[in-house]
C-alpha cells in the first residue's frame, strides 16, 4: 500500500523525520481505488491547518494516516502526540488536555503541563474522540474556536498552535443526531474528512498487504521471509476482516511463528486463526494435479454453479424469485442451489408481511 506521496521530493526535510515519511509511506500499504482516493486526501490535507477527521472500523490505519498528515505537513519537526480519549477520566479532561495550576484540585501538588502544550507547533491526535465525555467536549470546542484556553486553577489565558486530528470509528454524525456529541464540536472536527475502506471492501489488496505483514512478520521474529501459496491466499480472501488490517497483521504474524518452511499454507492459518478453520476452501485453490478427473470436473462444475446464483442473486438484490424469473430457472431449482452454496438471499417484504 503506497501513499501517492514522496518524502525524497522535499528538500527541506531533515533525514531522519524523512526517514519517518518513508516509514509512513511504506506502512501505507494499498492499489484499490477506494484506498488511493483517500491516500490522494492525505497528501492534499497535510498541507493546511484545519482539524482533520478521520473515519474508519477498528484496525483500518487511522492513526498511521494521522501521522502521515502530520509528518507530510510543515509541522512535521514539531511533535505528534497521540492520546485515546476512552483512557481520559471524565473528571480529569480539562486537567490532562490543558495542564492544570499548583493546587487546582486536591492532589495537584504541583503544577502540570497539558497534552495541548505537549503538542505546541505540532499535531494532537485525539483517537476515539466520540468517548469524550460531554466536559471534555465542551473544553475541546473551546479551544478550537481561537487556539486559547486557561490551565485548570490558572488564570492566565495561553495560546497554542496545535493543528487537532480526530479519529473515530463511529458514525459522529448518528451520535450527534441523537446528542450524545456535539454537533457543534463535530463542525469543528469535519473540517476535512477522510475516511478509511474496511478491508473486506479492498479484497484487491490482500495479496499486496499480505507480502507487506509477512516481511514485517519475518523482522519482527526469526528474519526469515517466508511467502504465501495460492490456496493460503485464496483462504484468506474467503474471511470478511471485522478486525480489518490489524486482524490480518496478528494472523500472519502467527501463521510466520508456526510455519516450520519457505511457504505459508492452508495448515498453518488455519492453526493461527479459528476463525479461518471454518471456511471452505476454493476449488479453484487446489492444484488440479492434486485431483482425479472426474474430482476436477465436478469441481469446476460447482464453482461454475455457485458463481452463476452469486451473480444473479447480485443482480436482483438477493432475491431468490426476482432471480429465478430473470435467469430462467424454476425458483425450486434456485433455491436448491443457494442452499447446496450457502449464498445469502432476501426474503422479498412482502413474504414477510404475508408470514406475520
Known amino acids: 500500500m503506497h501513499a501517492n506521496t514522496s518524502a525524497s521530493s522535499r528538500t527541506d526535510i531533515p533525514e531522519s523525520v524523512a526517514a519517518d515519511c518513508a516509514t509512513l509511506a511504506h506502512n501505507l500499504v494499498g492499489q484499490s481505488p477506494r484506498f488511493r482516493e483517500a491516500m490522494e486526501l492525505v497528501r492534499l490535507y497535510a498541507a493546511w491547518n484545519a482539524p482533520l477527521l478521520v473515519i474508519g472500523e477498528t484496525g483500518t490505519g487511522k492513526e498511521l494516516v494521522a501521522r502521515a498528515v502530520h509528518y507530510l505537513s510543515p509541522r512535521r519537526h514539531r511533535p505528534f502526540i497521540p492520546v485515546n480519549c476512552a483512557t481520559l ?5 480539562e486537567s490532562e488536555l490543558f495542564g492544570h495550576a499548583r493546587g487546582a484540585f486536591t492532589d495537584a501538588s504541583q503544577a502540570r503541563t497539558g497534552l495541548v502544550r505537549m503538542a505546541e507547533g505540532g499535531t494532537l491526535f485525539l483517537d476515539e474522540v466520540e468517548a469524550l465525555a460531554p466536559r471534555g467536549q465542551g473544553a475541546l470546542l473551546r479551544f478550537l474556536q481561537d487556539s486559547s484556553y486557561r490551565a485548570l486553577g490558572g488564570n492566565q489565558l495561553l495560546h497554542a498552535d496545535v493543528r487537532i486530528v480526530a479519529a473515530s470509528n463511529v458514525d459522529l454524525r ?5 446528542r450524545t456529541f456535539r454537533d457543534d464540536l463535530l463542525y469543528r472536527l469535519d473540517a476535512f474528512r477522510v475516511g478509511l475502506p474496511p478491508l473486506r471492501e479492498r479484497l484487491d489488496d490482500l495479496a499486496l498487504l499480505v507480502g507487506h505483514l509477512l516481511d514485517k512478520a519475518a523482522r519482527a521474529t526469526d528474519g526469515r521471509p517466508r511467502r504465501i501459496g495460492a490456496p493460503g491466499l485464496a483462504l484468506l480472501g474467503r474471511y470478511d476482516w471485522p478486525g480489518n488490517v490489524r486482524q490480518l497483521e496478528h494472523v500472519l504474524l502467527k501463521a510466520h ?4 518452511g519457505a511457504e505459508l499454507g492452508v495448515a498453518e492459518l488455519r492453526r493461527s486463526a479459528p476463525e479461518l478453520a471454518q471456511l471452505d476452501l476454493p476449488c ?6 492434486a485431483q482425479g478427473l472426474r474430482a476436477a470436473k465436478r469441481a469446476a462444475s460447482d464453482q461454475a454453479e455457485r458463481r452463476f446464483v452469486e451473480d444473479w442473486l447480485a443482480r436482483t438484490a438477493g432475491n431468490i424469485s426476482e432471480a429465478a424469473r430473470q435467469s430462467g430457472l424454476e425458483r425450486a431449482a434456485l433455491s436448491r442451489l443457494v442452499k447446496k452454496y450457502g449464498v445469502k438471499a432476501r426474503v422479498p417484504a412482502a413474504q414477510v408481511v404475508a408470514s406475520r
Open 174 to 178: 448518528a451520535q450527534a443526531a441523537a
Open 89 to 93: 477520566p471524565d473528571a480529569l479532561v
Open 284 to 289: 479453484a485453490a487446489v492444484p488440479l494435479a
Open 257 to 260: 511463528v508456526v510455519c516450520q
